[in-house]
Nanobody, 124 residues
Framework: QVQLVESGGGSVQTGGSLRLSCALF????????IAWFRQAPGKEREGVAT??????RYTDSVKGRFTISRDNAKNTLYLQMNNLKPEDTAMYYC???????????????????WGQGTQVTVSS
């Protein structure tokens, strides 16, 4: 059973930076696809970024500000968030599923492993 544990959230002012981490436990091998999602109050869960080998994909609103990376030796996924804006305020989740890239990555229903989330709050 795969378990995901996020950390690194917090409160920052506009323009600030945070680095989120997602530790992957219970992974025993095979092709696993992972991504970052976020959910603001009253809004649907939104795909933020994903990484597949060396290919990274981002939702348009974070391109140029966020960077996703992974350390396979540590089974850890990262999300470096720079130039944060109030609209980035949300609970951020790490998600995973087994299998290859499906031609889409931002659909939350495709993922069957989720972390507990880490809160990011950006004040103006």
């Amino acid at each position: 059973q795969v378990q995901l544990v996020e950390s690194g959230g917090g409160s920052v002012q506009t323009g600030g930076s945070l680095r989120l981490s997602c530790a992957l436990f219970g992974y025993t091998g095979g092709n696993i696809y992972i991504a970052w999602f976020r959910q603001a109050p009253g809004k649907e869960r939104e795909g933020v970024a994903t990484i597949d080998t060396d290919v990274t994909r981002y939702t348009d609103s974070v391109k140029g500000r966020f960077t996703i990376s992974r350390d396979n030796a540590k089974n850890t996924l990262y999300l470096q968030m720079n130039n944060l804006k109030p609209e980035d305020t949300a609970m951020y989740y790490c998600a995973a599923r087994y299998g290859p890239y499906l031609g889409r990555w931002e659909k939350a229903a495709d993922y069957n492993f989720w972390g507990q989330g880490t809160q990011v709050t950006v004040s103006s």
